[in-house]
């Protein structure tokens, strides 16, 4: 079946937020069958910093949906976008 | 100081089971972008790094290998190896990792499988308008080149439907797993006359950024900063914002100022295509714009729908598609449900040959041109026009059920 890769983007609600409680709550918010790798910050503008979160899941029915669900739902996190997805070796 | 090379992201597309993996892997190897003291002396180091990779190297590697850049001659090039299931098609189409181009796996013992037909047409979809045809599993049938000209054939009849012209694209016999026709031509295929996969990479053409084209920026979120205003978060797609522009927003219909522009925190003057940039604008309110709008500029803006002639692909649909089917479009930043108003015609995706006009219904594997209406106004663009504003996937009880693009619209305003 294979895994993929992906690289999910989450928008915070204002340049205010506190990342360091985000990214604890993204940790806490995988589901059973992703798995987390990293958490990147990436500044964007006026103050606000983007998380890029890159997670593991396998190339089977549902994709990165649960995984977006879940970060959907954290507190601060204003929206939630898959910027890349590639298969790994 | 030598000039800097040119940059392109090449996909790797076609069946799971076809070998695309050991063939990635390989050039990624023969190209030198897996490093020698990654690897350990052994007779075959390729197999070596494979079962590597398969068993005991850690996660890291393997994700630092899927994001790996690798040189030929005249390009980098960034290979993604593109998912197999279909779930993963919404994030193809909407994520902002655009393919300049592709290489097609078909394995020889396998032949065209619906797999394969899905992706040809998924890659017109996305855009990629140049193709090599990667014929892999040579070795299993003895390099014999009958075979590899029926497959040619076939692939060529399949991707003329989509509009490609398979006497301009290269059909390559592979082995992946040996190594041959990868970066030097192969003594196996004697007969074959064509260049080596990395020979055929380098006579891509590297794509122009889309500067020409009117500005669009679909935007992704809207923010009220303290002491700056109004912020639109987004990605250029098309086009150039320039500082001190005026643009409108559609289809909230409202205009204001660009009054700065920022990227990774720094000014800019002005932001191109593939730039991820936050704007402050004035005139504009957090309130009055909000995500899956686009920016434009007033002279040519942002097209508003109220109905589209779409050409669609049906990829996995439990029961069918028939006049009144209201499921959500995804296109660009926007989710917007639309209802089918007419199935206009079938075609065999296989020929492209219109197969029946008015069909009562369509089922999974078909194509098809259908005429559809959002419920609430949405900005899309005829792919003619603007490629990048007219692709979308089209979601259903948490699938993707189709995939397509706006071919013609008719303006809402």
Known sequence: MGDVVATIKLMPESPEVDLENIKKNIEDSMPENAELHKIEEEPIAFGLVALNVIVVVGDAEGGTEAVEENLSKINDVGNVEVTDIRRLM | ?413
Request: net charge negative; hydrophobic share 40%.
């Open chain 2, 1 to 413: 100081m030598a000039k800097k090379k040119e940059h392109m992201n090449l996909a790797f597309i076609g069946h799971v089971d076809h070998g695309k993996s050991t063939l990635v892997g390989h050039l990624l190897l023969q190209a030198g972008a897996i490093a020698e003291q990654q690897l350990a002396d052994g007779e075959n180091k390729f197999r070596f790094v494979m079962d590597k990779l398969g068993e005991e190297r850690e996660r890291g590697v393997t994700i630092d290998l899927a994001h790996a850049k690798f040189d030929s001659p005249k390009y980098e090039f960034t290979i993604v190896d593109c998912p197999g299931h279909r779930d993963f098609v919404k994030n193809m189409i909407t994520g902002a990792s655009q393919a300049d181009a592709a290489v097609l796996v078909v394995a020889i013992d396998d032949g065209v499988m619906p797999q394969t037909k899905e992706h040809i047409f998924l890659s017109r979809t996305l855009g990629i308008n140049q193709i090599i045809i990667g014929v892999n599993k040579m070795d299993l049938v003895n390099y014999d080149e009958g075979k590899f000209n029926e497959l040619k054939k076939e692939v060529g009849d399949l991707i003329k439907t989509v509009g490609y012209k398979p006497n301009d694209v290269h059909f390559i016999p592979l082995s992946a797993f040996e190594g041959d026709n990868i970066s030097t031509n192969s003594d196996n295929t004697p007969w074959y006359k064509g260049p080596a996969l990395v020979k055929a990479l380098d006579e891509f053409t590297a794509p122009e950024k889309p500067t020409k084209l009117p500005l669009r920026v679909p935007i992704q979120d809207v923010y009220s900063i303290t002491g700056v205003g109004t912020v639109p978060v987004g990605r250029i797609e098309t086009g150039i914002m320039k500082k001190a522009d005026n643009v409108i927003f559609e289809p909230a219909g409202v205009t204001g100022e660009v009054k700065s522009i920022e990227m990774h925190h720094e000014m800019l003057d002005s932001a191109e295509p593939g730039d991820n940039v936050g704007f402050n604008v004035r005139g504009v309110g957090k309130n009055d714009i909000r995500r899956g709008d686009v920016a434009g500029h007033p002279d040519s803006p942002p097209s508003v729908a109220k109905e589209f002639t779409a050409q669609i692909v049906v990829l996995q649909h439990p029961g069918v598609i028939t006049i009144g089917y209201t499921p959500v479009f995804h296109c660009h930043t926007a989710q917007v449900a639309c209802t089918f108003l007419e199935l206009v015609n079938k075609m065999n995706p296989a020929t492209g040959q219109v197969e029946e006009e008015n069909p009562d219904f369509l089922k999974t594997g078909n194509a098809a041109i259908v005429k559809v209406k959002p419920t609430k106004p949405m900005v899309i663009e005829k792919i003619k026009d603007i490629p990048h504003m007219g692709r979308f996937a089209i979601r259903d009880m948490g699938q993707t059920v189709a995939a397509g693009m706006c071919i013609d619209l008719v303006p809402a305003k």
